[in-house]
Every structure is written in structure tokens, then in C-alpha cells.
């Protein structure tokens, strides 16, 4: 079959919108008729030639939903009909991190940025008769695509899609840090530097777990009010004032117990290292460009301060537990997701969401399909 996808092809120049010629999935695979694509930062960083990829051509998209309409041998937890988020990080179950928990770790994580297919095939092919690989194992920037289903959780089919999306990856990931990795504290005092699809999340993430300081950080005045509607009981446009000593004014010069930093640069983690309170943690959400290989932080500062310094990648979550229980919440009216879609986009305008992503106009844009 035939299948409409945006497909990237060098750094730096516009995805390119194409029909794809699509095979039938194989062992353990389903087909899912994709209904929404959120708009990550991640994505975009390969765009940008910052987060290099294995191969090219590839289809972008790795924060997708829709509705699976064929499986092929093998797939018995998956039926067509089901509705679906994808999960840009497999989760095999069998390997020692999936067994004890931690399926963000799964092994079968080291394959998303290459292109093929876990049995080192692809799926895809364009005009030309190149093989066309997947980002994240789904390249879900197309109106079909042929997954594992290792990267599938199936979801209540009440939930609208354009929503259910975003769990796939920025609100999982957000929510997460705050909530799985960091242990946010009822009563403690809370720092999100960059407060778009991912930090907005982690304002949500540590209203839940009842801090009573949640302080929300950036250079885009939209997203600071925005920030408020989430939960940021104090703002502080980065672009105005300095982060660390207005963080001490608000917290009386203690600093604040957790801090997230969603950007990925080394000066902005300094920025959260630099306001966390002795005994405070600094928790790194994004992936930082390649060139950057070293932090400007202060060892004898780590541990006369006591601080913990750590990475989250997925919101350090078990996905196939944690899509299902945040679509709860939203259910429940306890978090938002509707009001994370600030535009929505067809294929053909992938390129202009993209540009308003970096122009700070969106909290989330999302790409819909018919």
C-alpha cells in the first residue's frame, strides 16, 4: 500500500511531503492509521542536524496515536480496532531492565535513532526506491505506520487521540520526572526551566504531588502565562531577569528542592544547579546537542551541598502503566491535555508548525490527520 509521510532527508532543509510505497507488517508488527502527531523538540533536533541520526532518508514523528487496522503473525495483545499510543521507546518485557521495572531502559532503546525495523529491515520506500527508515522505530509524520508491537500501549477508546498523543512522549516524560524521578515532596519548593510541551508537564507533575512553590522559567512571555493555568504559583521571564538570584528572592535565599531543567544547554543546567537549595536534586529532561560534552558546575559545590545531579529520559516511567493512569487523570479532570495543543496542523503544514515551535507560539502543536 500507499502511504502520505514527511520525510527527512538532510540537516536544515524542509521535511519533504511524499507518497511512500508501505509493505504488510511482518512477525510481532501492527499497522496503525495514525490520527495525531505532537510537534517534540526531538524530532526537530534532527532536523537541525544536532541529534544525528543512522541513515537517511528517515520519517520523522515519535509522539503519535491512532487506531490499529492490521496485525500481522504473532500480535495477540493487539487487535485491529484498538486505539493506540505509540511509545517511542519499546518495551520488549523480557530483558533485565523490563522485568525489574524500568522499561524506559529496555535494551531494545539503543535501536530508535538508526531507521530500520528491529530485525534490521525496513518498511518504507520512496519513488526513487530507497529504503526509508523510522525515527524512534515509528516515523509516525504519515498517515500509516508499520510499528512493532513492543512500541504499542493500547488506550480506552474514549479518549480523543489529538490528546492521547501527547502522553506518548512530553507529558509522560514531564509528568514523570517530576513524579518517578525527582519524588517530588507535598510542600516542597519546585524550579521548570523551559516551560513548553515538556517543562509545562512537570509543572503538572509536581502540582500533583503537592508542592506548594512551583516556579516556572523562560524567555517566551506566552508560555509564562500559560505556565500559570498549569499550576506556576511564580514566573520569571529568563530573558529579563537573572534565574538563579530572583529563585533565591522567592525562596528566601534557600533555593528550591527540585529542579527541572527541560532545555538542555549546559549554561541553563548550571542555572538549576546554581538555585537548588543543600539536598536539593537537579533533574536534566532533554537531550543536549552533541557538541556539548561538559557542564560548568561546581564539583566542590556538589558535595558540600549535598546535591544530586541526574538524568531522566522517558520521565523515568514504566509507559504501558503510566499512559493508562495519566489518561485517568485526565478523565478525573486532575490534569490537562487539551489545553497543551495550542495549534493543530495538516501534513502539508508540518514545516510551519515547526517554525512557530521555534518562535515560542505553540505549548504543543499537533499534526491531524482526516
Request: a neutral charge; charged letters at 20%; glycine letters at 12%.
Amino acid at each position: 500500500m500507499k502511504t502520505q509521510a514527511a520525510v527527512f532527508y538532510e540537516p536544515n532543509k524542509p521535511l519533504v511531503i511524499e507518497e511512500l510505497e508501505m509493505d504488510e507488517p511482518k512477525t510481532g508488527e501492527v499497522r496503525v492509521k495514525m490520527a495525531a502527531v505532537g510537534l517534540c523538540r526531538s524530532d526537530h533536533n534532527v532536523m537541525v542536524g544536532t541529534r544525528p541520526v543512522g541513515m537517511t532518508p528517515m520519517v520523522m514523528g515519535h509522539e503519535g496515536a491512532g487506531v490499529v487496522d492490521a496485525v500481522g503473525p504473532g500480535v495477540t495483545r493487539i487487535k485491529p480496532g484498538d486505539h493506540v499510543t505509540l511509545m517511542f521507546i519499546p518495551t520488549c518485557g523480557r530483558c533485565h531492565n523490563c522485568v525489574s521495572g524500568r522499561t524506559h531502559s529496555c535494551v531494545l532503546s539503543v535501536n530508535i535513532a538508526k531507521g530500520p525495523q528491529l530485525d534490521g529491515t525496513y518498511r518504507l520506500r520512496n519513488k526513487a526506491g530507497q529504503e526509508v527508515g523510522q525515527f524512534c522505530l515509528l516515523g509516525a509524520f504519515s498517515e500509516y505506520a508499520i510499528v512493532n508491537q513492543d512500541s504499542v500501549c493500547v488506550i480506552d477508546q474514549s479518549y480523543p487521540l489529538n490528546a492521547a498523543c501527547l502522553v506518548g512522549c512530553g507529558v509522560v516524560g514531564g509528568f514523570g520526572a517530576a513524579v518517578n524521578r525527582a519524588g517530588v515532596t507535598p510542600g516542597s519548593s519546585v524550579l521548570a526551566i523551559g516551560v513548553g510541551g515538556v517543562g509545562m508537564n512537570v509543572i503538572q507533575g509536581a502540582k500533583m504531588a503537592g508542592a506548594s512553590v512551583i516556579i516556572a522559567a523562560d524567555i517566551v512571555e506566552q508560555k509564562l502565562v500559560w505556565a500559570k493555568t498549569f499550576g506556576a504559583t511564580h514566573t520569571i521571564d529568563a530573558d529579563q531577569e537573572n534565574v538563579v538570584d530572583r529563585v533565591m528572592e522567592i525562596t528566601g535565599g534557600a533555593g528550591v528542592d527540585f529542579a527541572f531543567e527541560a532545555i538542555s544547554r549546559p549554561h541553563t543546567i548550571a542555572q538549576a544547579f546554581d538555585a537548588t537549595a543543600r539536598m536539593g536534586k537537579i533533574v536534566v529532561i532533554g537531550l543536549t546537542p552533541s557538541n556539548f560534552d561538559s557542564l560548568p558546575i561546581s564539583p566542590l559545590n556538589l558535595v558540600l551541598a549535598q546535591k544530586t545531579l541526574m538524568g531522566t529520559l522517558y520521565g523515568t516511567s514504566n509507559a504501558l502503566v503510566d499512559i493508562p493512569k495519566i489518561l485517568r487523570l485526565y478523565r478525573r479532570g486532575q490534569i490537562k491535555l487539551d489545553e497543551l495543543v495550542t495549534n493543530t496542523y495538516t501534513l502539508d503544514q508540518i514545516n510551519q508548525g515547526y517554525a512557530d515551535m521555534v518562535e515560542g507560539k505553540n505549548i504543543r502543536g499537533v499534526l491531524v490527520f482526516d
